[in-house]
């Protein structure tokens, strides 16, 4: 076989090396001063010749290099029968609580001349290692999902402006079955990461148990090898999806092994077909990836009688969890300044939130805390929640509530048009009219509440008769100006206040009528 390409000395330290460390057969190749397909040749010799390392030792070297030769020639039954079984071990593995040491008793109760645990271990590592099923084996169904960005970025034109512009790829990938999800997203800032997150993990059908980033900052505050500190709103999102967050080791490749095997697939399978291709916005783009992603998805895997779509369907979307009824609710959190009228501004709806008044004489320009999502808004001073409303997003418009006004306010923000219009009936119809013609001269009804307290309090000082009667004057001049209705009333007091130059005669015998001139 290969005694004249590499000595017995050489031929036992890749048996060595291969049985004892995890050095690759690329390194042991590097250290031997051999070629890569030599090491590989002489260890799927040794592992079919059904041999254990520890048996080597006493045998001699013409015995072992036949043993290898022949193996590597002509593969044993014992051997065949096993290796048939491996593909099915792959999805066997995947199930909870299923481990090598299980399939091992079963194939022994079958095949009681089988291959020893050892050996049987060392069978199915070679042929794992051989195929692209590799990455997955060691992952269980709903375990994990591996998310990161692609270095290569992809592009579309602005169909506005005609420039260039560059999108970011988000790669997720589901540890068990190799499931992979591409997107193309705005930029690698929280929200969009976290809305990527989401969108994949939809895609899947439900979460993992752990979700593994590399420790960009979106995802990590503060890398650490033992404990990192993760980003609160992306800790959020994972409680609302009932997994967690597991930031892959810094400097430990393998942590991340996966999600770099589905970026160099996507680079494959995604990025070349589009090369040459040209978008006009990032929808476009992400449509033309979810094609190629499906087919990508559907294309059998190398070593195994399935696509990566058949063996999620099959072992790993029942292992999901249940997606809840609403998605996440990604908050935003601002520093914003209490103004004079006790409002804040949520600038991105030009909408005003009230606080409690006395906030804004606590200290010049008060800051407080507001934290907002798609639903709700929360203020915060001094770490406290003081105020809580649901979001409004109606420009120039304000919520308030009573509890944060000061008294005096709060009583005129009790007032409403019906309430208006019924005191005004108990008073007199003609008062009703100039009321009702008060409240329907103002573009909002708000704007005619002082005015109509102030005609209406008239009563209170003048009388309701007298108010209603100076209403009917007004009516018939088509006017309802609180300032003309207070000078009416004034004019007919004056009236009333100045003497009789004429006193009223009264009735006498002596007095002839008008009939006596007649």
């Known amino acids: 076989m290969a ?38 040749k002489y260890w799927q010799g040794f592992i079919a010749s059904g041999l254990s390392y520890e048996q080597i030792g006493d045998t001699p070297d013409s015995e072992l290099v036949d043993a290898i030769e022949t193996a590597r020639r002509e593969p044993g039954k014992r051997y065949l029968e096993l290796v048939r079984r491996f593909p099915s071990f792959v999805i066997e593995l995947r199930r909870p609580g299923v481990t090598l040491q299980l399939l091992w008793d079963e194939y022994r109760t079958e095949h009681a001349d089988g291959f020893q645990y050892s050996q049987f271990c060392r069978h199915f590592q070679t042929w794992r290692d051989s195929s692209d099923v590799r990455m997955h084996i060691t992952h269980k169904a709903g375990d994990k999902m591996f998310v990161d960005y692609a270095g290569d970025k992809l592009s579309y034109t602005d169909k506005t402006s005609g420039k260039q512009v560059v999108a970011e790829t988000f790669v997720a990938v589901l540890g068990a079955s190799g499931l992979t999800y591409v997107e193309a997203s705005a930029s690698q800032e929280k929200e969009e990461w976290i809305r990527s997150n989401e ?15 590399d420790n960009l900052l979106s995802a990590v505050s503060r890398a650490d090898r033992y404990e990192p500190d993760i980003n609160p709103d992306y800790a959020e999102f994972a409680e609302h999806y009932h997994t967690v967050i597991i930031p892959a080791r810094v400097r430990k490749a393998r942590d991340k092994a996966l999600a770099e095997n589905a970026v160099r697939l996507a680079y494959q399978r995604i990025y070349a077909p589009l090369r040459n291709r040209l978008f006009s916005s990032l929808e476009e783009l992400n449509e033309a990836i979810r094609e190629l992603l499906e087919k990508y998805n559907n294309k059998p895997f190398q070593r195994l009688p399935m696509s990566r779509r058949e063996l999620f369907e099959r072992t790993e979307r029942s292992a999901l969890h249940r997606l809840p009824r609403e998605r996440f609710p990604l908050k935003t959190t601002l520093l914003v300044t209490v103004q004079f009228n006790y409002h804040v501004e949520l600038r991105e709806d030009y909408h005003y939130y009230s606080v409690p008044h006395y906030l804004y004489t606590k200290e010049p320009k008060t800051k407080v805390k507001m934290v907002f999502d798609e ?28 509890e944060h006004m000061p008294e005096r306010h709060r009583n005129y923000a009790q007032w409403s048009p019906g309430r208006f219009e019924s005191w005004a009936k108990s008073i007199g119809a003609e008062v009703a009219q100039v009321i009702s013609n008060v409240l329907g001269s103002r573009k909002h009804p708000e704007q005619a509440y002082k005015a109509c307290m102030g005609i209406l309090s008239l009563a209170k000082e003048h009388g309701d008769e007298r108010l209603n009667r100076v209403c009917g004057g007004a009516n018939r001049l088509e006017t309802s100006a609180l300032k003309t209705i207070r000078n009416m009333i004034k004019l007919e007091l004056e009236e009333e206040r100045q003497p009789q130059l004429f006193a009223p005669l009264a009735d006498h015998e002596n007095i002839r009528g008008s009939e006596y001139y007649h």
């Open 375 to 402: 639903r709700a808004v929360a203020i915060y001073y001094d770490n406290v929640r003081i105020a809580q409303h649901r979001r409004d997003r109606s420009p120039n418009g304000y919520t308030t509530i009573p």
């Open 3 to 40: 005694r004249q390409r590499i000595g017995m000395k050489k031929l036992r330290d890749v048996l060595r090396l291969k049985s004892t460390t995890a050095m690759s057969e690329r390194e042991i190749a590097r250290a031997l001063n051999v070629s890569r397909p030599v090491v590989a």
């Open 199 to 213: 969108r994949a993990i939809h895609y899947f059908g439900g979460s993992t148990d752990a979700i593994v980033p």
